[in-house]
């Protein structure tokens, strides 16, 4: 049966306490063993041992092995969606004023928060009842899905609007000088990382919100990462080269900002297909 299941496609995992269930336990992708009643043959032959002989640990252990990926594709496309929007935003700053608002210490400061504190509230999601209900991931299916696609490529670009219109226009819109300018456009580019989270949670569903008044850890990232970034902007000026903001002008970033919510809610309202994305590239 094991050996049937393999050649049809399938992922197959075999659970077993016995010597008579090694040979079985040893074909399976996955053979998983009872730790307490089980074998010692049987627990030789198997990947996973159960040490309690409760078969509802498996039920866990899926539960989390599917949170964990679950994770990790949040987080990449929350750093893809940045990395994207910094790539096109340089690019086309350079080629038409020959100067990039990006530089490396701002870059440096961007991806600082997207690699430590904003990895940290996504990565330690908690596992819900709802992972339990999709299907199993196919083994072809890619780690970065046209969901994520679509979601990137939404926000990259509504990014991408608000930099380079700040960027060429954000002089004669605030009536600053080019420093303030560049300030505006930085803490502009943190808050959306900021505000971005939010939608990164859920990679379909449009309430992004649920559930969020449960995770604590959450909310406490998402404020030490604003007080971080009003410390570099209003107190660190040398090291940072920005120069502090009036309160109108926090207000119109953190503004800018959280239109971030309603775009991803527009965005997940694109249907998508099944067919790979790199194959619409190629066409």
């Known amino acids: ?64 092995g599917r949170c964990v990926y679950d994770n990790i594709q949040k987080l ?27 530089t490396e210490l701002k870059l440096l400061w961007v991806n600082l928060i997207l690699d430590t504190l904003c990895a940290l509230t996504l990565a330690t999601g908690q596992p819900t009842k709802d992972l339990m209900e999709e299907p199993p991931v196919r083994r072809t299916q890619p780690l970065i ?21 700040l960027q060429f226009s954000g002089e004669s819109i605030f009536d600053v000088n080019e420093k303030v ?25 449009k309430n992004v919100f649920e559930g969020m008044h449960k995770n604590k850890l959450f909310w406490g990232i998402i404020g030490i990462t604003i007080i971080l970034e009003v410390v570099v902007v209003e107190f660190l000026k040398k090291f940072a080269d920005t120069e502090r903001l009036s309160w109108k002008q926090w207000g119109a970033c953190i503004g800018m900002a959280a239109l971030s919510w309603p775009i991803g809610w527009v965005v997940k309202c694109v249907p998508v297909s099944d067919k790979p994305f790199l194959n619409y590239l190629n066409w």
């Not at 393999?6 to 079985?24: E, L, R, Y």
């Not at 990449?76 to 080629?95: D, E, G």
């Not at 994520?148 to 926000?155: E, H, T, V, Y």
């Not at 930085?186 to 569903?205: D, G, H, I, P, Y």
């Open 1 to 64: 049966m094991v050996q049937c299941l393999k050649q049809k496609g399938h992922v197959v995992a075999v659970t077993g306490d016995d010597t008579n269930d090694a040979p079985a336990l040893k074909e399976a992708h996955i053979g998983l063993s009872m730790g307490i009643q089980g074998t010692e043959v049987a627990k030789e032959s198997s990947d996973i041992i159960i040490l309690d002989d409760n078969f509802t640990s498996v039920a866990t252990v899926l539960r989390w």
């Open 145 to 165: 899905t046209n969901i994520m696609w679509r979601n990137i490529l939404g926000q990259a670009l509504y990014q991408i609007a608000v930099v380079l219109t």
């Open 181 to 205: 300018k560049d300030t505006l456009i930085l803490n502009t580019s943190v808050l959306c990382q900021v505000f971005n989270q939010f939608n990164a949670r859920k990679l379909e569903k």
């Open 76 to 102: 990449i496309q929350l750093q893809l969606t940045m990395n994207v929007a910094a790539l096109v935003i340089n690019v086309v700053a350079a080629v038409s004023a020959r100067e990039v608002p990006f």
